[in-house]
């Protein structure tokens, strides 16, 4: 069990760094670097490229935090809302059956798919 579990472990991490970037495919070229080779980049553009997707790498990992966020409060939301139509004997099972942790568990099992 500990074998398989920490072969699941190390593909999920393996699998996050790469959709990250963090990880490149062996022997594969960065987009800057096919870059450089088929326009010839002068050292200064290599450099503002770089930069620019660094940059642009950080945005769109705020937004996808941000995304994140927005969707656990809507949900969270939703969950408020449904409870408070019920009655108080629904509101016992909506607790246990359907709770908040359920819910969120739920998309996250979304998010992988």
Avoid: C, N
Avoid at 22 to 46: A, I, N, Y
Avoid at 60 to 71: A, E, F, N, T, V
């Amino acid at each position: 069990m500990a074998a398989l579990a920490g072969l699941l472990i190390g593909f999920a991490v393996t699998t996050f760094a790469y959709r990250h970037r963090m990880l490149q495919v062996p022997g594969g070229h960065s987009f800057v670097d096919r870059l450089d080779r088929e326009l010839k980049l002068s050292p200064d553009q290599h450099h503002q490229v770089e930069e620019l997707l660094q940059s642009t790498r950080e945005q769109m990992s705020q937004l996808h935090q941000d995304y994140h966020q927005k969707r656990h409060q809507l949900i969270a939301d939703t969950h408020a809302r449904i409870r408070a139509i019920l009655t108080p004997e629904q509101q016992k099972i909506f607790d246990t059956d359907f709770s908040f942790k359920h819910a969120m568990a739920h998309d996250r099992h979304r998010d992988d798919e």
